[in-house]
Each structure stands twice: as C-alpha cells, then as structure tokens.
C-alpha cells in the first residue's frame, strides 16, 4: 500500500531534527499490522510507486484514478531510480529513530472484558481476537454453540441426545471452529457446573456485511439477529436448554458506533425470536433487508447498546453467557 499522504514521519518528524520518535498507537486492525494502522504514518512504506502503476494497469484502472495521482505515481518512480538506480524498496535509516508501541488492541479489551466477567461472578474465556467474516454467518456459528456449551454443562442438567451432540459438533468445525476450541469450551462448561457458576466466552475483532438490503443496521446487529434466529432453531427440537439454561449474546463495536446507527451493538436472549413472532414480525426478513436496527428499535430497545461514540477504537467483542437455571 504505497502512501499517498502527507502525514509520514518523515514529513512530520524528520530524523535530522529529532533523536527520537515514539508512536503510541491504538490498533483497530486484525494482527495489528503497524503498515495497515491508519495506514502506519510511521512505518517504512516497503512498497513502491512502481507496484502501485503496476497494479493499476493490472486492473486497468489508470483512466479511472484522478490525474494527479497517476503524475505523482510517475514522478515519484523516475525520482527514485534516479537516486537509487533501482525501483525496489532500498531501506534506508529513516526509520531507525522510531519505536512503534502498541498501546491499545482487540486483546487488551478482552482481557479487560475477561476481568470484568470475572468480578461479576462469571467464568470467563477468550477464544479469539482475530474473529472476521460475513457477520450474520458468524452470529449463525455463535446460535449453534451457544446450545453446545449449555449441552456440555452436565448430562444431568441437559439430557442431550448424544448423536445430536456429536452432530452439533461437527457442525461447529466445519463452520471453521477448531476442535481445540471446542474442548476448551467444554471443560469450561463442566467446571461451570460443578462450581455452580456461568460461562462468559468472549471473542473480539471485526467482520464485515454486504449490504444489499436497504434497511438501517451494522455488523454488531446484524450478527446478533442471525445469532438469535439460530438459537430459535437450535432449541425448537430440544426444548430442555430453553428450559434450564439462560443464553445471552452481544456483540458491539469499541468505537460505540455499529455502521450508520447511533448504537454500538446489541443483546438479546434466547427469547427474543419469541418476542418477534408474537409483535408478527419476522425476524429473517428484517437481517434479509439489513434492517436489523429497525428490528431492535421495534421489539425492544434495551436491546440495543447506547453509549456514544467512546474516542477510540480496537474493533468489536463478542459476549457469549451460558446460565443454568438449576
Ligand atoms: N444496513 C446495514 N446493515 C448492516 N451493516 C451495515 C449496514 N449499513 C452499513 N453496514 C456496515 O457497516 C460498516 C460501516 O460501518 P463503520 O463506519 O462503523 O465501519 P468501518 O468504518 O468499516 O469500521 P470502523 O468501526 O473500524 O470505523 C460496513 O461494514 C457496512 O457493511
Ligand atoms: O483508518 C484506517 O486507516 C483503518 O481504520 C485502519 O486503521
């Protein structure tokens, strides 16, 4: 990603005038890969004008990029070869009076969410901070193992059909939950029932939705309305889990904003399908047209998370919450 921007350190802090250059830097990218944070002002840019035309021909893309870009582009390659007869990235010692520090991420916001969980009684997990994706998707894997963790608490409490488990199982890996995960989940679960406590599992990055609907909503939403609609199929052939366990699901943006709406996500329980079919609202329409905001606003707004834009950002989290009633 070459750097069109002006705002590079060695615009902003060159090394001829400063000894030292410390970037304190909050992270709202996945990996937190200092060349994609803001597009990292103080990263060596290792690209180069001559990729950029490449590409640009490659997607013939040239007249459909303003004019100027394409002069700088042009300029800038014959510049470099001219002062370092080569068009690849040559280094340099500009850099080396920079430390990048990461001073917030996804992670640190877990581990702060874990602490919390645990201060209100709850076990708590993080399985990931690197969640990405189609958002109602990753709300549909969350449905399906929001009913294999409450099945994992104890036989007694659950009964459950064992080839059913097994299949709900498989289900889970191949939406791509690895095995491990679903280990850790269990003996969670298990000790969650033994201890009498519930089950927090937390996740954390970012996932994406394409809209094509032409509803109100966000990726936090919609993720929540696809994880309820699966929890409403999950439990409608065993209804012992609506019966003995309390499930709750959120999902929110750190930012305090989920897409165009005022919120920064939403929670629901496994009661909400109901609440919808009784107010003769159907849900899946709602996630079909992106329109998920509409949904909650309608049904319950305490469903949904208000809390203003919070001045910074380290992508969304996820909230998982198993409860026996027993
Ligand atoms: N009606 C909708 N329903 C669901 N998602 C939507 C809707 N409209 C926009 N979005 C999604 O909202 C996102 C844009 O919102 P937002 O500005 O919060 O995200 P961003 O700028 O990509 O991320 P960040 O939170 O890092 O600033 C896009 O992923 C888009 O697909
Ligand atoms: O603003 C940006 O450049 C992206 O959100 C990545 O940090």
Redesign the pocket.
Known sequence: MYKLNLLTVSKLAPKERLTQVIALIVS?VIGDKLEIISSGPTVADKSTPQQCLMILKQLNLQDKIPESINTLLVRRTREITKSTGSVEYTGGTQWEHVHNVIVGNNKMALAAASMKAEQLGFLPIILSSVLDGEASKVGVMFGMLARYAALSFGYKVSNPKSSDYVQLELDLVSKGVPKKTLKKVVALAHHAYNIKKPICILTGG?T????K?S?????N??MVVACALEIDKQCQGDTSVLANFDLIFLSG?T?G????TPVAGAVIDQTFIQKCNDNNMDALTYLRN???FNLFEKISEECLILIGHTGT?V?DIQALVIKSKK
């Open positions: 709202d970012e994406t939705v394409q809209v609907g509803g109100k909503g966000g990726r939403q919609e943006g930012d904003i989920d897409g165009p992106n329109d998920t950002n992508m």
